[in-house]
């Protein structure tokens, strides 16, 4: 049983993914908003024009939910747009513009950033390469964004100088890792933007805390065939919050369930055994970690089981039934919520041992569904095009369940976040 959103093929042509901007306190700071229409296209991360177009007038509904999440949203503009009337349809109280000036050919662009500057917009400027030789340009800009993955460590440091002294604030993308977040942190970047976040933070020596491993248990119960609901409710009994934020879950909008559910017997009575299990393990993952990091890696599996388990209807082929699919990408951030390698994470867990061995790295059938995720996440847009092809998935329809998945995961995390806070209120 899911939460029902509609989305039609005409609203969701474009993929359309948010990618958190985190401070030097691992606090979410922004999103950054990417958008793409054509999948065989290059592997750059720039917005093309079509998806721009797009995201400014069929999209402009889904940017206004991504706006009530946060205070600024990056939003990249091609160059050929920079002085298109679609660019004043984003609201410059919240968007700030990314524009690239490598990848321009225009000789007026000091005349184009001054006008928008002086029409309220904030800028921000990306460099692939150094930044060093657009000096001009700084003081149309409010923030500098350079690239971890084309510049080489020495490189990144002497730009970072050079901006020492202007009035910039400086972020750095493609943080690929903890160990570059940590030495980026050191050089003086205020703002970190990456993979390395849904990577494991592994601190030698540190155990999992109590309510974790409680959690952990619960999990493998909920994944035994067995298992009855008075079990479950046996469990669930010793961690109210838990509770509260799974009858959240069964209660949110959507849902169609007619009435009220107050209790866990009650979810199960109308439910059933089936779909209360799963309701109950999103629950589960998504108290796994209450840090700003956490809720992002929470939102991001569940998005991550709803598209699989959507798109694995789609396929051609699909190696797992759905609900295992959705199962797949519910856990594939489980190391990076919990802090542990899965390796430590999934033996004792009864699942699939192809959803196992997928998860603990191992090459198999699963592999592809999971790198697809990875490209998705890293904006690699011509590869996730690849892999769609691969499984005969048309973009488009990827792209209407990739939404559906993003909406679904939004209103689920909304739902159980705010039986957290009546919990605690109560």
Request: proline share 4%; net charge negative; hydrophobic share 45%.
């Amino acid at each position: 049983m899911e939460i029902t959103d509609s989305v039609s093929d005409e609203s969701s042509s474009c993929f359309l993914s948010r990618h958190p901007v985190f401070d030097k306190s691992k606090k979410v700071v922004a999103y950054e908003v990417a958008a793409r229409s054509c999948l065989t296209a290059s592997n750059s991360a720039h917005v093309d024009v079509d998806a721009f177009s797009w995201m400014v007038s069929d999209g402009a509904s889904e940017l206004q939910i991504l706006l009530e999440e946060s205070d600024r949203l990056l939003v990249s503009v091609p160059d050929i747009m920079l002085d298109a009337p679609e660019v004043h349809l984003l609201p410059m109280d919240f968007c700030q513009l990314v524009v690239s000036p490598e990848q321009t050919e225009r000789e007026n662009l000091e005349e184009v950033l001054s006008f928008l500057n002086e029409f309220g917009y904030r800028i921000a400027l990306r460099f692939d390469e150094s930044c060093q030789g657009y000096a001009p340009l700084m003081r149309f800009a409010d923030t500098v964004i350079l690239d971890l993955e084309c510049l080489k460590p020495m490189e990144l440091a002497k730009d970072r100088k050079f901006l020492k002294n202007m009035n910039v604030s400086c972020m750095v993308d493609n943080v690929n890792s903890w160990e570059a977040f940590a030495g980026c942190r050191a050089l003086g970047f205020d703002s970190f933007q990456g993979a390395f976040f849904g990577r494991p933070e592994i601190v030698k020596g540190r155990k999992l805390e109590a309510n974790q491993l409680t959690r952990v248990e619960l999990m493998g119960k909920l994944l035994e065939e067995e298992t009855t609901y008075k079990d479950m409710a046996a469990t669930l009994a010793k961690d109210v919050l838990l509770s509260y934020r799974l009858l959240r879950y069964v209660n949110a909008p959507g849902m169609g369930l007619g009435r009220t559910v107050d209790s866990i017997e009650h979810a199960v009575a109308i439910m059933g055994d089936t779909a209360f299990k799963r309701w109950a393990m999103m629950a589960l993952v998504a108290s796994l970690d209450a840090s700003a990091k956490g809720e992002e890696l929470a939102y991001l599996s569940l998005q991550r089981g709803s598209f699989l388990e959507k798109l694995s209807q789609r396929a051609a082929s699909s190696p797992l039934p759905p609900k295992s699919m959705f199962l797949l990408g519910l856990f594939s951030l489980l190391d990076a919520m919990m802090g542990q390698p899965m390796s430590e994470l999934t033996p004792t867990m009864p699942m699939d041992p192809r959803i196992k061995a997928a998860l603990c790295g191992e090459t198999n059938s699963l592999s592809p569904w999971l790198e697809l995720l990875k490209c998705m996440d890293q904006n690699r847009w011509c590869d996730v095009g690849i892999l769609l092809s691969g499984k005969k998935v048309s973009h488009f329809a990827a792209a209407k369940d990739y939404l559906a998945a993003s909406r679904w995961a939004r209103a689920c995390f909304k739902a159980g976040k705010e039986g957290i806070v009546q919990a605690a209120v109560e």
